[in-house]
């Protein structure tokens, strides 16, 4: 078996067992039930994960991954494609809007070149970047295929490779940089929800009624064109993917065979979990989704995986920045469920039956 | 002038000019134009309440005030009215949901008792809290006035004492604690907002149908009795409030008068807020409002404030649970607003015009 193959032998669903040991718990904490609503579902979902009522939370990790898409020559970004390099040597140089809030968060920020079509070696050199680059930027995917089977799988086991080598994390969030990925992602998104294109597409950085049209042409036609099986999620990464994309499923991947919670960003990192969910759909039960982009495909992205996101603050930056936005909400949970007390414990009076 | 007078002298509106210094800088951030949304929104806020694009945030203090309430007598909790006396013990004893949940904001908690019927003298002799009993609850609004008008006076100075004493707090949050006390709360709405009690009010705690239909009619009799004027604030705190309210009010007041952004919790600390906004219309302008609650009322008042929440977590706990998780969202703010890079800083080409 290969490092993909034995990554999704080892994904299982939550624990039942450990979810109802934290329920029992929550349920006698001092407060009127469920008082802290969500944050004791996502404690819940910490002990199921985890296996564990005392879910560790400390060691957190951004992973950004990086890559270009040859899409982008149609112009359905706001941006030129160089965009993506500058930017990842501001991640590198940390005063990119994914570092600030890392701080935030008290995460680390890995960063990763899955791609990208400038040569970023001497960030590697300098051990500012991981280098995993699968090439210089994707195929035009409304001309072909975006990327080989071959590569495909190769960009997801890189990701799995990343969470290997941070094997220390207790949580994992995912982000992404690529000029043009929510062209990409609403693809990977109207595939995988089946829904209709133009009810997905946003405009991303900023683009105008115009190029929203021809975004959401580019998408049909790089779907008529490559014709991806939707119950085959290597075929709809390769057809229409990138490579940050699947980096970030290999995140998700990882983390879910590992019993690590994972906090999804944005629109771009959503399909990647997608992506993941159409491998493995028990990694599902290990993605946390930190926030609802202003792209409108968000929504129907999240109901397909199963949640509801934690923060709606109007972001889409992506990078990881809501990943780091949410992670304390994921340090409060864990502090619910392990540093409140109990009726008993504290003498206070229970509700009237 | 009386404390209150004094006060209420020294509240401006934010400053338009640092709000417009700040935006400057927004605006020439390495991120598509406004794409942290409302984390940007809030560095504005930040920059206009505080005179400075580089506001201070880190010194946090949540202040919760107790206080128990005459109506309990109506049977309109699900909770015995000792529950209030034993949770600020709780909150001495460093267990409850709020002192868990400020440890993830890196807040101080300071509890305040305003009136609570059992006394806690002892707490406040060994300083776990601080004494500004204006009396052991307060009267059944149902019947009569909750307080006197010198009653409320006196509670809405001692929360602007406790902002005094906490003088070299950057930002504020304020918590509560009252069994009882979203039956005042939605009173305070009611009369502030012009709405129909039975569209503001909730089940609080948890009561049933029965006990929801019967704690509107309580409201009703409440306002019916009282005849408070909506026209002045203080009427409305004396005569359908409580003494935690005013204290709550006097926060936000005080925190406006000093030019400090105070993060609004939930229901009850809404009504506060709203008397405050009610005595000094310019309060509002310093209220961030951190969350919006289960109760159905809490949209409308956070309308009549001029304020979207920023998280939406279906909390219902109260004792300044939902500040302490937004406060990481006012730092994320500062951050962005201080600590990035613009487009010309960091080299990074700007989007096609």
């Known amino acids: 078996m290969n490092l993909l193959q034995t990554t999704l032998s080892q994904i299982t669903p939550q624990d039942a067992a450990w979810r109802a040991k934290a329920k029992q718990r929550l349920d006698s904490l001092i407060m009127p039930h469920w008082a802290l609503g969500r944050l004791m579902d996502l404690a819940m979902d910490l002990a199921g994960i985890t296996r564990s009522v005392q879910p560790a939370v400390a060691r957190r990790t951004i992973v950004t991954m990086a890559g270009d898409h040859g899409v982008a020559e149609e112009g359905v970004s706001k941006y030129p494609q160089e965009v993506t390099a500058q930017m990842v040597r501001g991640f590198a140089g940390g005063s990119a809007g994914i570092n600030v809030l890392a701080r935030v968060a008290d995460a680390e920020v890995v960063v990763v070149d899955m791609g990208v079509k400038a040569s970023l070696d001497d960030l590697a050199r300098q051990g500012k970047i991981f280098s995993m ?38 949580v994992f969030g995912t982000g992404d940089m690529g000029i043009a990925n929510t062209t990409p992602s609403t693809a990977i998104a ?33 779907i008529a064109v490559n014709q991806p099986d939707p119950a085959d999620g290597l075929d709809v990464l390769a057809k229409v993917g990138g490579f940050e994309i699947g980096g970030i499923a290999g995140v998700v991947l990882a983390a879910a065979a590992r019993r690590k919670p994972v906090l999804v960003d944005g629109f771009i990192s959503t399909a990647a979990a997608l992506i993941a969910q159409a491998l493995a759909p028990a990694s599902a039960d290990y993605a946390i ?24 603050l109007h972001l889409r930056l992506g ?35």
Not at 149 to 161: C, K, L, N, V
């Open 133 to 170: 680059r699968i090439g210089p930027g994707t195929q035009n995917m409304a001309r072909g295929p975006a990327m080989t089977r071959d590569q495909a799988i190769r960009a997801i086991e890189s990701g799995i490779e990343i969470v290997r080598a941070s094997a220390r994390t207790d």
């Open 190 to 222: 109207a595939l995988l929800t089946g829904l209709p294109v133009s009810s997905l597409c946003g405009r991303g950085t900023g683009i105008d009624d115009e190029q929203l049209r021809k975004k959401v042409d580019v998408i049909e036609r790089a």
């Open 289 to 312: 989704a930190a926030h609802r982009s202003v792209e409108p495909g968000h929504r129907a992205m999240h109901e397909r995986l199963g949640k509801e996101p934690l923060l709606d």
């Open 319 to 353: 990078e990881g920045t809501g990943a780091a936005l949410a992670m304390p909400l994921v340090e409060a949970a864990q502090r619910v469920l392990t540093e409140m007390a109990t009726f008993d414990e504290a003498h206070v009076s229970k509700a009237h039956e």
